[in-house]
């Protein structure tokens, strides 16, 4: 029976046909336009899109396969040209054996008419297939025809001028095939080969006969230069995207080449007059590079800019530092540097004085990085003075005091030279920067972040030359130190004044500098004990003064570097201040740990001045680096443990004493709370006390009832607060005591009070008591069972001990979520206890 559907199901089946004959009407519509395109277009006829690129409907279930177009003819010409190639190739390789293996079985003439014949046939038949369409082919039987011309040239030598040089014979035959390939590329035009392979052969001819002539090293530049130089003639003036190509490539290689040995020669003359040529062929580059930029694309245009700059400062500056010593030939360099820019203004095209521009940085930056390594003496040299503290040696001036005697100051003098002229530049260019967009406009358009770089870079190499100059001029010691301390006061002051003044970038890299200052001129003055106190007395002024400066009113749009900027040099401001208590100590003749108690002079300040400032930003660096001074007393006085003790008090009542504060109170409670501890097991420990209970129990008493009152009255404080410090200050000495003791009464009292201190703990859900407890019973009890557990693993196999280790992961790994969700609670449950 036919199944009739109900009326809304058949409703929707006669939707989706007319959707799809919907979609196929325009199918065909689509490619009946194309179809009628193809039959009017003039010219050959594109080839036949396939049926895939037209959506195709889907067919419903069950129904006929939908009309389609026939399939596209196979591409037969595709195939055919494929063939052809191949069968050029197999050609060539065939010809080269022959010519390479079958050549000498063959009389003079067999082998003329031979390779005449072919190498006729093989260049004369790419026309005919060119007419037909054919130009696979057709490029393929020019390549043949190609790869003969040079068999050809090989064989003539073998045959007819078997005596000529090679490398003679080799320049005269490159340059013929260039004429030739480049006369059969311009009459066959269609074909892309020949021409390229025209500029690429005449590559050779020149230097082939500078070398066959055995010609110096200037001959080949000059021969190179010309290559170069045609190269560029050709990129200029030819359409051809594959010869300008080709072209180009030749040109960069010959033409830097050239330059290359040229600029060889010129740093390598003797005289200036040894050095004109070489410049002359300097020159001569550099003026083939801006030819080639005035129609080269606007990146090779820069580039090309780039080299003839740096040819030509190298041509001048070859010639005029040709009897100056290495060190000053490099500001000459540089002032040839900055006359390339005079060259902004020439008819050069904006490209190529962007070039131009660049090349001038590229000469500044050289210079500056070769005068940087004098200055990385002067910055690290003063290291040496940790190893001689005070020696007072008279030094043979700074150099002494830098360890730097043995260096060419001679050529490094220059370097102060080099850095101070470029500071000026820049700043010069900073302070009239109207002028200077208006002298370069023509070649670039410098916005402000330009004018930001140039005073930034103006502030560390001006820096970079005043640092190295007393150095380079061999000051006396006193002198250096002094001239070094007046530079960082002098660049704190920039800093502040540009940070005032919004010049945010300036003011972090005058900020930078200062630092470096700072520390190289602190670290030269260790050798001298007045310099210490002077320099280290100057620069906490100058610390705190700038921290001053740096005041005022608490604004939130207020600049994050304002705040940070005054917060570190308070930090400097500290470290000063101890380091000049450490010299107060050294001065005294106190030994390193009896010096401890006179740096905490230092945290005492710092705590003062943390509670005149509360709630300012710089308040809690402040404290932070006082605290950091008060744990170097403290490492400090490790060497005795007396005195060690009596630091760890004072710490503890400086701790006391911030805790007074009210934002201070809950860090800085429980840390003078650990700090009396520590000091009260220090003192018991370096007096000899082997029973400290006696000592410990009548404080931890009235701790502990001191603690009961307090949680009477707050109920809501913590256990640790409340009863911490007092069981502290007996179980952990008795603890240890417990470990030396050779007897089983200690350690048993001791294991019974902690049980009694956890079950309490447990019992009244107090956090402090559970915790001490059991980890004090725990310990204590791996104490006791320590020995026999040493006896039974040794009376074991040794296999036991790792068959246990692997029954026990598996035993944690097959209840891993229990035992987590375990730990958890076991977590949460310390977590609600007080």
């Not at 700074?398 to 730097?404: E, K, P, Q």
């Not at 859900?765 to 020995?787: F, I, M, Y």
């Amino acid at each position: 029976m036919e199944h009739v559907p109900p009326p809304a199901e058949e409703l929707v089946i006669l939707d989706r046909e007319l959707a799809r004959l919907d979609l196929r009407r325009s199918q065909l519509l689509t490619r009946r336009t194309w179809l009628l395109s193809v039959l009017n277009a003039p010219g050959p006829r594109p080839a036949t899109p396939h049926a895939s690129q037209f959506p195709q409907p889907p067919a419903p279930a069950g129904a006929p396969a939908s009309f389609a177009p026939p399939a596209p003819p196979a591409r037969t010409r595709s195939a055919q040209n494929a063939l052809l190639v191949l069968g050029g190739l197999l050609l060539t390789i065939a010809a080269i054996a022959f010519t390479l293996v079958s050549w000498g079985q063959m009389g003079i003439g067999g082998r003329s008419a031979v390779l005449t014949a072919v190498t006729v046939a093989a260049l004369a038949a790419p026309a005919m297939l060119l007419r037909r369409g054919l130009s696979s082919t057709a490029e393929a039987l020019g390549a043949l025809a190609s790869v003969l011309m040079v068999l050809d040239a090989f064989a003539l030598y073998l045959v007819a001028v078997p005596e000529a040089g090679a490398l003679g014979y080799a320049a005269t035959a490159s340059a013929v095939l260039a004429v030739l390939w480049a006369a059969y590329g311009l009459l066959l035009d269609r074909l892309r080969l020949p021409l390229p392979l025209a500029v690429v052969s005449a590559q050779l001819p020149l230097v082939l006969w500078a070398w066959a002539g055995e010609a110096d090293a200037l001959v080949f530049a000059a021969a190179l230069l010309a290559t170069a130089a045609l190269d560029c003639a050709i990129a200029m003036w030819f359409k051809g995207v594959a010869v300008r190509v080709t072209a180009c490539a030749g040109l960069w290689v010959t033409g830097g080449s050239g330059l290359l040995v040229a600029l060889a020669k010129s740093m390598s003359a003797e005289g200036p007059a040894g050095a004109v040529v070489p410049g002359a062929l300097l020159l001569a580059g550099a003026v083939i590079a801006l030819v080639g930029a005035r129609r080269a694309p606007a990146a090779l245009a820069v580039a090309a800019g780039v080299v003839a700059g740096l040819a030509a400062v190298a041509a001048v500056g070859g010639v005029m530092t040709a009897e100056v010593s290495g060190g000053w030939a490099v500001p000459v360099y540089l002032v040839c540097g900055g006359l390339l820019l005079l060259g902004v203004r020439a008819p050069l095209g904006r490209p190529a004085a962007q070039g131009l521009m660049w090349a001038a940085g590229s000469v500044t930056a050289a210079s500056v990085l070769y005068s940087a390594a004098p200055v990385a003496v002067v910055l690290v040299g003063p290291v040496a003075q940790l190893g001689r503290l005070w020696s007072e040696a008279p030094y043979a001036g700074v150099r002494g005091a830098l360890g730097a005697t043995d260096l060419p100051w001679q050529e490094m003098a220059a370097a102060p030279v080099v850095l101070l002229a470029v500071a000026a530049g820049l700043g010069a260019a900073y302070r009239s920067w109207e002028g200077v967009v208006r002298w370069a406009g023509p070649a670039l358009s410098p916005g402000p972040v330009w004018r930001t770089a140039a005073a930034t870079f103006a502030v560390v190499v001006g820096w970079a030359g005043l640092t190295v100059l007393p150095p380079a001029l061999n000051v006396s010691y006193t002198a250096a130190v002094s001239l070094q301390s007046m530079l960082v006061a002098v660049v704190l002051a920039l800093a502040l004044g540009a940070l005032r003044r919004g010049m945010t970038g300036v003011a972090v890299t005058a900020w930078v500098c200062a630092s470096v200052g700072a520390v190289s001129v602190a670290l030269l003055s260790l050798g001298s004990e007045p310099a210490t106190y002077a320099v280290f007395g100057a620069l906490l002024l100058m610390f705190a003064g700038a921290a001053t400066a740096l005041e005022g009113p608490e604004d939130p749009s207020r600049s994050a570097v304002f705040t940070t900027v005054q917060a570190v040099v308070v930090c400097a401001a500290v470290v000063c201040a101890a380091v000049l208590a450490v010299a107060f100590g050294a001065s005294m003749g106190l030994a390193v740990y009896e010096a401890a108690p006179v740096l905490l002079v230092v945290p005492a300040v710092t705590a003062g001045l943390g509670a005149r400032l509360k709630g300012h930003s710089v308040a809690l660096p402040l404290e932070l680096t006082g605290g950091a001074v008060g744990l170097a007393a403290v490492v400090a006085a490790l060497g005795d443990p007396p005195f060690l003790a009596l630091v760890l008090a004072l710490c503890g009542v400086l701790a006391a004493g911030t805790a007074l504060r009210p934002e201070r109170r809950e860090a800085a409670g429980y840390l003078a709370t650990v700090l009396f501890v520590l000091a009260s097991w220090v003192r018991l420990s370096a007096s000899g006390v082997s029973s400290p209970e006696a000592y410990t129990l009548p404080v931890t008493v009235p701790a502990l009832v001191i603690g009961v009152l307090r949680r009477r009255r707050d109920p809501a404080a913590s256990s640790w607060t409340a009863y911490g410090a007092g069981l502290a200050v007996t179980l952990v000495p008795a603890l240890f005591a417990a470990w030396v003791d050779p007897h089983w009464l200690r350690p048993l009292l001791l294991g019974v009070a902690a049980l009694v201190i956890t079950l309490l703990g447990a019992r009244l859900r107090l956090q402090a008591l559970l915790a001490l407890g059991g980890a004090v019973l725990a310990l204590d009890a791996v104490h006791e069972l320590a020995p026999y557990v040493v006896q039974v693993v040794g009376a074991m196999p040794r296999w036991v001990a790792p068959a246990l280790a692997g029954v026990l992961l598996l035993a944690v790994g097959a209840t891993y979520e229990k035992r987590l969700r375990d730990a958890r609670r076991l977590r949460d449950a310390l977590g609600r206890m007080r």
